[in-house]
């Protein structure tokens, strides 16, 4: 087992846990939104069982004036065939660290509303619930 990030080298072995998540873009958009977030440090990171992908996490470091320096989780996956083996809390242990080391004060996450399971998983893992988040979304005129 091995964790570690990822480069861009990997998008496609990324894209196939990513996916599992993010069931609404194409390979085409994950591709186009990585590398629009690498300007925001955007790290990818992966725990492999031999050469397989089996859990990632895409994450950045930033500030703000609520959450401080934070560590942000915008994804974290673990492969439907690889679910319930503790890879997901090995993941949050290895980017608790990482958060440490990036000194950060607290890690943050949104979790979409229907994802029950992965609520129950995150306060067994010392997350709480500490907000809501809205969103509006915009109309993009041509």
Known sequence: MQIRELDLKE?????????????KIEYKEFEDLVYDMRESNYT???IFEKSKLVTYAGVTISTNLYHKRHLFIHELVTDTHYRSQGYGKMMLEYLSDYAK???CENIVLSSGLQREEAHTFYEKNEFTKASYVFVKALRIQN
């Open 11 to 23: 998008l496609q072995t990324a894209w196939e846990v990513v996916s599992q998540l993010r069931t």
């Open 44 to 46: 990818m990171v992966g």
């Open 101 to 103: 080391v990036g000194a």
